[in-house]
């Protein structure tokens, strides 16, 4: 399977992914009902999550793998996101910004100088949700508010007023609420 995962390429002679997982559950949230089974609040998508797994042999081929399987350990550490590609036949399929979550890794048989021979890796990445998409969420759902305080003199003496407003937008319709005292 021919993957690429931000500059690390899973091919044949190199570190080869054998198995694609993926897996999407949505956000919900239980909330308790005394005497009766919780209400399900239903918070939207979750990140999507792909397992990666792959099985292969440092000795064959290139070699290359383990100086692979090294830099993908600092890319899991860096938390980095990075665009994940799958050539499926002729055409690329293109998933996206994710972000490389968790790597385990088992190596056995070893040879006399200490390499092993067979390397078994999991890789785990999370779709990254930073970027348009969670801008546009935040724009949808962003609750506003806003203090003001302002004070003035005039010929009737001292006038003072504060005033608490807070509004929400949804799809361009704005609804706001405020009050204010004046003394």
Do not use: C
């Amino acid at each position: 399977m021919l993957m690429a995962f931000g500059p690390f390429r899973f091919t044949v002679p190199t570190y080869s992914v054998e198995t694609l997982r993926r897996s999407v559950q949505p956000r919900v949230e239980a909330q308790p009902v005394i005497g009766a089974l919780p209400t399900l609040h239903r918070l939207g998508p979750a990140n999507e999550q792909i397992t990666l797994s792959s099985t292969f042999h440092p000795h064959h081929l290139n070699g290359r793998g383990l100086a692979q399987l090294s830099g993908i350990r600092q890319v899991v550490n860096a938390l980095q996101p990075m665009m994940l590609t799958h050539i499926d036949g002729a055409r690329p399929n293109v998933f996206g910004l994710w972000i490389a979550a968790g790597l385990e890794d088992e190596s056995t048989m070893f040879d006399p100088s200490g390499k092993p021979s067979q390397v078994t890796t999991t890789l785990t990445l999370l779709q990254y949700g930073g970027g348009a998409a969670s801008a546009r969420a935040i724009a949808m759902g962003v609750v506003a508010g806003s203090l003001g305080i302002s004070a003035s003199i005039g010929a009737g003496g001292i006038s003072v007023s504060a005033g608490i407003s807070a509004g929400i937008s949804f799809g361009g319709v704005n609804v706001s609420a405020g009050f204010k005292i004046g003394f």
